[in-house]
């Protein structure tokens, strides 16, 4: 009988984390389990999460699944703020003084959580692991996991969610240690996966990088739709959920667009955004700017299921990569979790970013919905009424995104890279 090939497998951000990256995460080991491998998750117990994800119990969803979990403790916690909780001895101003400390020094906000599931793995033995995995953000798992995988002698796989040193939100952090511990890290690794064609664009040429790299956008999962009733709203709802990140995603263009579709056109019934999320002061903020409060309805966080029933029973599903007139090759390369979430629910996506982007490539060759650049408001709000004048329907063919596909894909690439190095290993 064929042994099941060991992967551990590094995911700060894992269920029950309200982390966007942890439904990547949850999603590479559930289906990589599924597909004959026997995965080890290497992430922060769940018991030290300040505000995790309700109702999710997480053992039992890895029992069920056949995913182990080796949990970690933070060292430094307060480095994370409200994110993991803190030991009661602990001072709150104190501790906020030290993390601007920290934060002015260059000090990686993470490093606590590396150094815990370094501690965490020092019991394993080289013949208990094939091959190690690790996502990012943050990167401190990339150099864990470096870490490890040498000290074990086993091939790294790195997987990126987002750019690290070349990633467009977060320029003013970027330094030449950064490049260079990156470039490093690359030089170990035997193979790495990203989320677009970009992306995978950009680390060729800014890394000089020849080993393999295999695309590996994000996903929905059908199954985490099944037991979901769609919300039902009182009128034409444009659901956003998540974050922004001024100035180049900003709620400006959407809530002018949904304004204009009010003001401006028919619609059979109000046209109104609906924002699930923690940034609502500055959808409100636009809102009071543009004069458009009644057609803004800010819901907080929430639950990721009752997002999903929003998008379930959505008019539209918006998102946003960049507003700007133009954009670097990183941001062209962005593919946001939340434009898959929408295929799932199986909604029109209203996408705003620029024609020559990833996402909009997607969004068009796939029927999807439509994709606008941040000036078009006037064309979003007609494109609004057409659809709430419209019957509802089903758009786009976006099966290939879903995550048993795109797991099919991961799994064939580390398999590809586990007998190279076997053969390597072997000459």
Same mark, same amino acid.
């Not at 815990?116 to 798992?141: F, H, I, N, W």
């Not at 990569?321 to 954009?327: F, G, K, M, S």
């Given at each position: ?300 966080? *929430? ?121 390597? *290993?072997?000459?």
């Amino acid at each position: 009988m064929k042994k099941s090939p060991r992967l551990l497998f590094f995911s700060r951000a894992f269920p029950p984390s309200r982390a966007i990256g942890a439904v990547r995460g949850w999603n590479i080991a559930k289906h990589l389990a599924r597909l004959g491998w026997d995965v080890e998750v290497v992430t922060l117990d769940p018991g030290i999460l300040q505000d995790p994800q309700p109702g999710v119990d997480v053992l039992a969803d890895c029992a069920r699944e056949k995913i182990k979990l080796r949990p970690t403790g933070c060292d430094w916690r307060f480095l994370a703020g409200d994110y993991l909780k803190q030991p009661p001895w602990q001072i709150r101003p104190l501790t906020r003084i030290a993390r601007r400390i920290a934060n002015a020094i260059g000090m990686d906000p993470t490093i606590g959580w590396a150094n815990a599931a370094y501690r965490a793995c020092k019991s394993l033995q080289p013949d208990e692991v094939d091959m190690v995995l690790a996502t990012a953000p943050p990167y401190a798992g990339f150099n864990v996991g470096a870490t490890v995988a040498h000290r074990l002698g086993v091939p790294l796989v790195l997987d990126y969610r987002d750019l690290w040193s070349l990633n467009p939100h977060y320029k003013r952090y970027a330094t030449n240690k950064m490049r260079d511990m990156e470039a490093n890290l690359l030089g170990i690794a035997q193979g790495v996966t990203v989320v677009s064609p970009s992306m995978a664009a950009l680390v060729r040429s800014e890394f000089h990088f020849n080993k393999p790299i295999e695309v590996v956008t994000n996903g929905f999962d059908n199954e985490e739709f099944d037991d979901i009733k769609p919300e039902k709203f009182d009128d034409f709802a444009v659901v956003y959920a998540g974050r922004f990140y001024p100035p180049g995603r900003t709620a400006k263009p959407l809530v002018t667009a949904v304004a204009q579709a009010n003001v401006g056109g028919k619609p059979k019934h109000p046209v109104r955004l609906h924002y699930f999320g923690s940034d609502g002061v500055h959808v409100e903020g636009a809102a009071a700017e543009l004069g458009a409060g009644p057609w803004v309805v800010n819901h907080g966080n *929430v639950p990721r299921k009752k997002v999903l029933a929003a998008l379930m029973g959505a008019g539209a599903a918006a998102v946003i990569t960049t507003v700007e007139a133009t954009a670097t090759k990183a941001e062209l390369g962005i593919l946001t979790g939340k434009l898959f979430e929408a295929m799932g629910a199986r909604v029109p996506i209203l996408l705003i970013s620029p024609p020559t982007s990833d996402a909009s490539r997607v969004v068009r060759e796939n029927n999807l919905g439509r994709a606008f650049a941040g000036s078009e408001a006037m064309a979003m709000a007609s494109w609004l009424v057409q659809l709430c004048n419209a019957k509802p329907h089903v758009s786009g063919h976006a099966e290939k995104f879903s995550w048993p596909q795109i797991s099919a894909k991961l799994d064939a690439f580390l398999r590809d890279i586990l007998a190279q190095t076997q053969v390597n *290993v072997g000459k």
